[in-house]
T-cell receptor, first 118, second 114 residues
Framework: ETGVTQSPTHLIKTRGQQVTLRCSSQ?????VSWYQQALGQGPQFIFQYYREEENGRGNFPPRFSGLQFPNYSSELNVNALELDDSALYLC?????????????????FGPGTRLTVL | EDQVTQSPEALRLQEGESSSLNCSYTVSGLRGLFWYRQDPGKGPEFLFT???AGEEKEKERLKATLTKKESFLHITAPKPEDSATYLC???????????????FGRGTQLTVWP
């Protein structure tokens, strides 16, 4: 069984640039959630994808967007990068039951992508 | 608003010195409470899921318990390799929404010295 993988491991960008982060979900999982973790903080929910559609988002602006592909892998895109976007970006996959992502068990996390914005 | 508070923020233990970490939560209804371990610069590693008050789960030197308002992670005779940040997260029981998001606390940074 393959776990959650993310790429790249590290990334350095300058303010105003755009970035794309990638995530491959664990085998058999159909739901992907993205979280942002600033240094010394707990992860903050960005959004969740289920059946290739955004299922809901946290308190993040529209310049944070994403995609989910038919194989359940996912991308997180951030436009117009700001200094405060520097953080560890985490992808988590889970298996949603018949009730949808609400009806899901444990979320399993990937190793994260460390984004630094200069 | 749903909130998760963890205490203490940091804990230093000598090897073999047992202790407990606390996670208190306020949600309209609890779908599940999750404990994760996180090493520096890495993603959270799943430890336990608890669903209802009175439930307990164990794994090696760790034991998680759940009440209606809080959860405890008990560490018995810790070893230096148990040093990490321990995160608590909750999923609200909101059947009006299809969203399965987690609300995290800020974590407890545990250091176990020989």
């Amino acid at each position: 069984e393959t776990g959650v993988t993310q790429s790249p491991t590290h990334l350095i960008k300058t303010r105003g640039q755009q970035v794309t982060l990638r995530c491959s979900s664990q085998s058999g999982h159909n739901t992907v959630s993205w979280y942002q973790q600033a240094l010394g903080q707990g992860p903050q929910f960005i959004f969740q994808y289920y059946r290739e559609e955004e299922n809901g988002r946290g308190n993040f602006p529209p310049r944070f967007s994403g995609l989910q592909f038919p194989n359940y892998s996912s991308e997180l895109n951030v436009n117009a990068l700001e200094l405060d976007d520097s953080a560890l970006y985490l992808c988590a996959s889970s298996l949603a039951g018949e009730g949808g992502p609400w009806d899901t068990d444990t979320q399993y996390f990937g190793p994260g992508t460390r984004l630094t914005v200069l | 608003e749903d909130q998760v508070t963890q205490s203490p923020e940091a804990l230093r233990l000598q090897e073999g010195e047992s202790s407990s970490l606390n996670c208190s939560y306020t949600v309209s209804g609890l779908r599940g409470l999750f404990w994760y371990r996180q090493d520096p610069g890495k993603g959270p590693e799943f430890l336990f899921t608890l669903y209802s008050a009175g439930e307990e789960k164990e794994k090696e030197r760790l034991k998680a318990t759940l009440t209606k308002k809080e959860s405890f992670l008990h560490i018995t005779a810790p070893k230096p390799e148990d040093s990490a940040t321990y995160l608590c997260a909750v999923q609200a029981d909101d059947r009006g929404s299809t969203l399965g998001r987690l609300y995290f606390g800020r974590g407890t940074q545990l250091t176990v010295w020989p």
